[in-house]
T-cell receptor
Framework: GQQLNQSPQSMFIQEGEDVSMNCTSSSIFNTWLWYKQDPGEGPVLLIALYKAGELTSNGRLTAQFGITRKDSFLNISASIPSDVGIYFCAGQLRPTSGSRLTFGEGTQLTVNP | EPEVTQTPSHQVTQMGQEVILRCVPISNHLYFYWYRQILGQKVEFLVSFYNNEISEKSEIFDDQFSVERPDGSNFTLKIRSTKLEDSAMYFC?????????????FGDGTRLSIL
């Protein structure tokens, strides 16, 4: 099946630093999404990307849909302690409702005050 | 903001027993999903459901699994004869209908522990 390779697996940063994480795939996805998961909770949608090359921001978060449709990155600027959590990329092959999401392995982010 | 709600938050069951996990999707959403996450691993797709039938299912979703929308608000996942390896977080998700893929919104999950 399709697999997403997400890196890095974990990051330890100081408050105020910028963060970058990315996902790559050997196959094409038509939608890329980024979710954040806090302990004991479900994934919360951060950003959804629908077009190759698309660059979208949500506050301090910026994500891009790679032009080859095989990769995406997420940047977090000026990190704060509440950014701590696991960040997952997810790809959707078919750009229609009902299509499965394939998740990456996640990036565990720790922010030191 | 509307959200997906799941009950119970934690279910402990003896191996071989049947278990039903319940979800109330967001009210104007028409597509429903179940995913699972084994401890420390990534989220994996199980099944999607639309118009009272399964749209897509993964290889994990074998004959011991079934889904149902018993009324206008609930969406359930049944595991007929649980195994130890079924222990995981189970997440329900829902999305709107649209020409372009609509983002899936997740509940907080049910932690299933099989003894």
């Amino acid at each position: 099946g399709q697999q997403l390779n997400q890196s890095p697996q974990s990051m330890f940063i100081q408050e105020g630093e910028d963060v970058s994480m990315n996902c790559t795939s050997s196959s094409i996805f038509n939608t890329w999404l980024w979710y954040k998961q806090d302990p004991g909770e479900g994934p919360v949608l951060l950003i959804a990307l629908y077009k190759a090359g698309e660059l979208t921001s949500n506050g301090r978060l910026t994500a891009q849909f790679g032009i080859t449709r095989k990769d995406s990155f997420l940047n977090i600027s000026a990190s704060i302690p509440s950014d701590v959590g696991i960040y997952f990329c997810a790809g959707q092959l078919r750009p229609t409702s009902g299509s499965r999401l394939t998740f990456g392995e996640g990036t565990q982010l720790t922010v030191n005050p | 903001e509307p959200e997906v709600t799941q009950t119970p938050s934690h279910q402990v069951t003896q191996m071989g027993q049947e278990v039903i996990l319940r979800c109330v999707p967001i009210s104007n959403h028409l597509y429903f999903y179940w995913y699972r996450q084994i401890l420390g691993q990534k989220v994996e797709f199980l099944v999607s459901f639309y118009n009272n039938e399964i749209s897509e299912k993964s290889e994990i979703f074998d004959d011991q699994f079934s889904v149902e929308r018993p009324d206008g608000s609930n969406f359930t996942l049944k595991i007929r004869s649980t195994k130890l390896e079924d222990s995981a977080m189970y997440f329900c998700a829902s999305s709107k209908q649209g020409n372009q893929g609509q983002p899936q919104h997740f509940g907080d999950g049910t932690r299933l522990s099989i003894l």
